[in-house]
């Protein structure tokens, strides 16, 4: 059974650091692509990081680029989102997500997706708080 748990969310001020955690168990084949995602309510859910277990290649949204930081351990089955330089309007609850990598013929993939409909197992949420 998948499941997703973040941790590490809090308040901090602007300009500050924050590190999420996402622990991942019962992962296999259907949990190769995780992505992160935000969201204010009221708001759509904005992606902000999107990666492979397979490979270091991660796609960052253009509103992070240069300030959050995605790595993974294989070992312990955990994602990590590492976040500089914290904006105000990065505060937002942070989800984790994860789902089946697969090529154009189902095979097992690389792929990383940036649209949460690929994705099928989402954590419960850890919110993130920027004071001005």
């Known amino acids: 059974q998948v499941q997703l748990v973040e941790s590490g969310g809090g308040l901090v001020q602007a300009g500050g650091s924050l590190r999420l955690s996402c622990a991942v168990s019962?992962?296999?084949?259907?949990?190769?692509?995780m992505g992160w995602f935000r969201q204010v309510p009221g708001n759509e859910r904005e992606l902000v990081a999107a990666m492979n277990w397979s490979d270091g290649e991660t796609y960052y949204a253009d509103s992070v680029k240069g300030r959050f930081t995605n790595s993974s351990d294989n070992a312990n089955n955990t994602v990590y989102l590492e976040m500089n330089s914290l904006k105000t309007e990065g505060a937002a609850i942070y989800c984790c997500?994860?789902?089946?990598?697969?090529?154009?013929?189902?095979?097992?993939?690389?792929?990383?997706?940036?649209?949460?409909?690929?994705?099928?197992?989402w954590g419960q949420g850890t919110q993130v708080t920027v004071s001005s």
């Open positions: 019962g992962r296999s084949w259907s949990t190769d692509a």
């Open positions: 997500a994860a789902g089946r990598a697969g090529d154009h013929q189902g095979r097992r993939s690389s792929y990383y997706y940036t649209s949460g409909q690929e994705y099928d197992y």
